[in-house]
């Protein structure tokens, strides 16, 4: 919280006014998942924004097939793998390796070790799989005080640490229910008083001006300015008509 109060007291005051279990892993009653961001969903909408004009069955229809085509590549791309760790983990398995170089590691037992870093000590059970600053436990794989550990006890494979979640395996069983498609419109079995009913569009007042299509971005995030260049020479800050690069042809 003091990098926190260095940028702005109030935030501080707000997070602890909501409760360290609302937004720290570390403190929640509950076991979270690694990614705290709206990422994914952001990107599922880009990828529907020309669907949202659709009436709902057809849209409703284009996410299937943007979801089936997904989950289709995902599987087949998983079958092929041969690897032991997904490729993002192994990654941070490689960072979480290099900053475990200069820590000093004493053993206290088979299992219990103490690894001093930066005049701080953390300790480590391996039998636990636990280390007291916390990301061995909630990320399920090595922190780097974990890594310098196993590498005073020899240890070269960290796979066998890491969480089964983080393996091929797990991810081709996350895909291997296929979306079924849906029959054509003229082979749905539809109900009479389904049929009968009347469905009107709902009331909305149509607000002035042209309605926005894109989202606002949030305060901290970049904005991209469009510089119009000409179509003659490249150059930004002109137009083809004003171009002095070229001479005017008579």
């Not at 398995?93 to 037992?109: D, R």
């Not at 974990?146 to 393996?167: E, G, P, R, W």
Request: hydrophobic share 30%; with cysteine.
């Amino acid at each position: 919280m003091a990098k926190v109060v260095k940028v702005d007291h109030r935030v501080k005051d707000y997070l602890e006014d909501a409760g360290y279990e609302k937004w720290s892993r570390v403190h929640s009653i509950v076991n979270r998942g690694r990614m705290m961001t709206s990422n994914i969903a952001e990107y599922i909408n880009g990828c529907l924004v020309d669907a949202c004009r659709l009436s709902i069955i057809d849209f409703l229809e284009e996410a299937r097939l943007l979801f089936g085509s997904w989950n289709y590549k995902n599987r087949e791309k998983m079958s092929y793998t041969k690897d032991t760790l997904g490729q993002r983990f192994e990654e941070i398995l490689i960072v979480n390796a290099s900053k475990s170089s200069k820590m000093k590691v004493v053993p206290s037992s088979e299992y219990i070790f103490s690894v001093h870093e930066d005049r701080r000590r953390y300790i480590i059970c391996l039998e636990r799989k636990i280390c007291t600053c916390g990301r061995f436990q909630y990320d399920e794989i090595p922190c780097a005080h974990t890594i310098a550990v196993l590498k005073q006890k020899n240890v070269i494979n960290f796979h066998s640490y890491c969480s089964d979640y983080y393996k091929p395996n797990a991810f081709e069983k996350t895909y291997e229910v296929a979306m079924v498609p849906m029959p054509d419109k003229e082979d749905w079995i539809v109900s009479d008083y389904v049929l009968d009913e009347i469905v009107r569009p709902p009331r909305y007042r149509r607000f002035a001006g042209r309605s926005r299509k894109r989202r606002k971005k949030i305060a901290d995030e970049k904005v991209t300015v469009n510089n119009n260049s000409c179509g003659q020479c490249g150059q930004e800050g002109h137009n083809r008509r004003t171009c002095t690069f070229f001479p005017k042809e008579n």
